[in-house]
């Protein structure tokens, strides 16, 4: 897309995350890929051991995800099926979730 037109946007959900309830994050996760990949969201990294290379990070994980625009991301976040299985991960962990906008 060339600067200045209008259209569809990529977008980046960014989950930075502390689980403290193993039981009930695996729960989410098992279920998560069918939902993401039913919307058609993308997984494009997932990592419980990343590298701090310049200051702190208090959290256990982090997970960052594509979606064509910001109406397929929230649609996938307020899908009856993702709303089922989140309320795992809300138990789960304590964390943030951005959205950045692809250039």
């Known amino acids: 897309m060339a600067f200045g037109m209008v ?3 990529t977008v980046y ?3 930075q995350i502390s689980i403290h309830d193993r039981r009930r994050y695996d729960a989410y996760v098992a279920g998560f890929m069918d939902v993401l ?3 058609q969201g993308r ?3 997932a990592d419980e051991r990343p590298e701090v290379v310049e200051g702190e990070w208090p959290h256990d994980k982090v997970i960052l995800l594509s979606f064509r625009d910001r109406d397929a991301f929230e649609t996938w976040a307020n ?3 993702y709303q089922e299985i989140s309320k795992d991960r809300l138990a789960a962990t304590t964390g ?3 959205l950045a906008k692809g250039l």
């Open 96 to 98: 943030v979730v951005i």
């Open 7 to 9: 259209g569809a946007m």
């Open 43 to 45: 997984l494009l990294a």
């Open 79 to 81: 899908s009856p099926e």
């Open 13 to 15: 959900a960014l989950a």
């Open 37 to 39: 990949t039913t919307y």
